[in-house]
């Protein structure tokens, strides 16, 4: 016999001896391998040729037992077994496991069940109450059977008696605190056998459903608050019964929330620079030990608050560093585990810093008499204005305005002002009338100066009036027209203000447009 792995061409031979019957046990081959094999026949003349290669096969073989094959629990009639996987699966891989049972001294196992096992626990029921029973587990795969695991010794079925046990964990021996809204969830481990009865008391009554929320497990207790509030504190009792046996553990919850303001803020001394403040402890501490006082103070004159003290475990303080002349009023915030309260409380005086022992004295001297006679520092300059164009003359500081060494007075025709010691005068639209000497007297109670300057009004000959050549029976001749001759020698817009006739005193009134120059026009009345 040869065989050789698949896709190789060595072949190995299995037997050196001639093997005179038809079936042979090929060992030492590795799991998982494919593998083929040939067989030559052999006589006394020689050896045949080799048979066809046989198909591919793989050798598999079982798991190795099951290990740690425990007890987990007992009662009248039923018992939990648990165990670990094989340590050796192989190729062939693990299909389940086949638990089995026999009673002390029988050799005939029975199966418990029916159906491969693929979770390494399983409850064997149905048992004799008070008989001694014998348990194995087999793991099984394509190969066939493991070797069992067997229990050390038999198990006696029968329900065994333990004491109930709370388990309380480490963190809640101690005062359990929450905030006022958190939830709270406990779970709280048991053991105990049969199943203890547990029970939840508040203060020594049961628990309200419609408040607290309880479940209860084979092998725990949960107490459940959605929404804590501080009518929740309060301890709670977990307590277990096995028939006449009892154990209980309790739970100190506290519900806190934010303290209230302090009271009766006063300020009871004040010295120098400091304050010095007393008050009383808040009337609702929130449910928690009042962990300090926030001290902040604030000027009368601003408002505005700054913090003095953060954490101040007393009652009392004193503010040091204040201002001078300024006026203080104060607020306190109580503080515990949830923070500071949400309302200070304000003093109900003040603390004034008054200004002692500083008096500004002042060195003597003779006040300077300032007063001096006026005079002028810019003379007038004399100008050439226009007519028709305002004009406007200054100086400084309080004056009277002359004109030809009179005084002009309220004459509408001048407007007179004042700025920061610069007065001037300013003449509307001057005609050839207003040409003269104008003089600026300041007058106070020590004297008087004067200034003068010339003014000169120049008329535009573009503005004169028309040249009358001459006037007959209500007819005019003209060689120029008042704003002058337009392109082409034609007249411009023209206006006769008044034609006087010498012989019947008609005034006429009429508006030219569009003439030549030598050419007649009919005035309208």
């Known amino acids: 016999m040869e065989r050789k792995k698949k896709g190789s061409s060595r072949w190995t031979k299995l037997n050196f001896d001639v093997f005179e019957g038809t079936t042979y046990d090929a060992k030492r081959m590795i799991e998982g391998i494919l593998y083929e094999m040939r067989v030559y026949a052999v006589n006394g003349i020689g050896v045949s040729a080799p048979s066809l290669n046989s198909k591919p096969f793989m050798p598999i073989a079982p798991t190795s037992e099951p290990t740690k094959l425990i007890v987990e629990d007992v009662a009248d009639t039923t018992c939990s077994l648990k165990w670990l996987a094989p340590e050796k699966i192989g190729a062939g891989g693990l299909d389940g496991y086949v638990i089995e049972f026999c009673k002390e001294g029988d050799t005939e196992w029975q199966v418990a069940n029916t159906d491969l096992v693929e979770r390494q626990s399983y409850t064997v029921k149905n048992l004799p109450t008070g008989e001694k029973v014998n348990f194995r587990v087999v793991a099984v795969n394509i190969a066939g059977r493991s070797p069992p695991a067997l229990l050390s010794q038999p198990v006696t079925v029968r329900e065994v008696m333990e004491h109930p046990k709370i388990r309380l964990p480490r963190n809640l021996r101690t005062k359990y605190i929450r905030k006022v809204g958190e939830t709270i969830n406990l779970v709280i481990p048991f053991q105990g056998k049969p199943r203890p009865v547990a029970q939840w008391l508040k203060d020594g009554e049961p628990v309200d459903p419609k408040k607290v929320g309880v479940r209860n497990s084979n092998v725990d207790s949960i107490l459940f608050i959605r ?61 928690c030990e009042i962990s300090g006082y926030t001290i902040q103070k604030a000027d009368m004159k601003t408002k505005e608050w700054f913090t003095v003290y953060e954490h101040n475990r007393r009652s009392n303080c004193t503010v040091s560093d204040l201002v001078m002349g300024n006026q203080y009023m104060f607020r306190v915030f109580s503080e515990n585990l949830c923070g500071l309260s949400e309302d200070p409380c304000l003093s109900k005086d003040t603390a004034t810093i008054s200004k002692t022992g500083l008096e500004m004295k002042r060195a003597p001297f003779k006040e300077k008499d300032m007063s001096s006679p006026p005079k002028f520092t810019t003379p007038l300059l004399d100008r050439s204005v226009v007519a028709g164009y305002s004009t406007a003359i200054s100086c400084s500081p309080k004056i009277i305005w002359m004109k030809n060494r009179m005084i002009i007075g309220d004459d509408p025709k001048y407007l007179m002002m004042n700025n920061q010691g610069v007065v001037t005068l300013n003449i509307r639209k001057p005609s050839s009338f207003d040409g003269g000497k104008y003089g600026c007297m300041a007058v106070n109670e020590l004297g008087k100066d004067e200034v003068e300057c010339t003014v000169q009004v120049r008329v535009d000959p573009s503005l004169q009036p028309a040249l009358l050549l001459q006037m007959k029976h209500g007819m005019v001749y003209f060689t120029q027209g008042m704003g002058g001759l337009g392109p082409g020698g034609r007249l411009c817009v023209c206006t006769a203000e008044r034609v ?13 447009s569009g003439m030549n120059g030598d050419r007649p026009g009919q005035f309208g009345k």
């Open 227 to 287: 929404s804590a509030e501080r009518d929740h504190s309060g301890k709670y009792t977990l307590v277990l019964q096995i028939e006449n046996m009892e154990d209980q553990a309790t739970i100190d919850i506290r519900i806190i929330d934010k303290p209230g303001p302090p009271t009766a803020v006063k300020v009871t001394d004040v010295w120098g620079f400091n304050a010095a403040l007393e008050w009383k402890p808040p009337r609702d501490d929130g449910n």
């Open 500 to 512: 006087r006739r010498e012989e019947d005193e008609l005034v006429s009134s009429a508006v030219l």
